[in-house]
């Protein structure tokens, strides 16, 4: 098991950016696929973007789709989501994801790692 802490959450208005941080902690960062889920209040845990080991294959939610920008640093153990014309509708509880495979996924059922999540406020 590898541990997630994500930061980086808070209260901003629509149009503006956030940046969200997951560090991981107790495996071998680099070998692991990583992904950004959310959930907002009455509603189902939702995909938003994953990540391969190596960086090199990202996959993206039809809703953030050239709004939000996935990356990781292995030497940090870190992976990042760059939310850009951020929107109400974005407004959720954002959870940090790994998964112990060289191969992306949208599931989270195929994730065995979480983090306990950083909330996003999106005001109109």
């Known amino acids: 098991q590898v541990q997630l802490v994500e930061s980086g959450g808070g209260l901003v208005q629509a149009g503006g950016s956030l940046r969200l941080s997951c560090s991981a902690s107790?495996?071998?960062?680099?070998?692991?696929?990583m992904a950004w889920f959310r959930q907002a209040p009455g509603k189902a845990l939702e995909f938003v973007a994953t990540i391969n080991w190596s960086g090199s294959t990202t996959y993206y939610a039809d809703s953030v789709k050239g709004r939000f920008t996935i990356s990781r640093d292995n030497a940090k153990n870190t992976v990042y989501l760059q939310m850009n014309s951020l929107k109400p509708e974005d407004t959720a509880v954002y959870y940090c994801?790994?998964?112990?495979?060289?191969?992306?996924?949208?599931?989270?059922?195929?994730?065995?790692?979480w983090g306990r999540g950083t909330q996003v406020t999106v005001s109109s």
């Open positions: 994801a790994a998964r112990f495979s060289i191969w992306v996924a949208t599931n989270g059922a195929e994730f065995s790692s």
């Open positions: 107790g495996g071998t960062f680099s070998s692991i696929t």
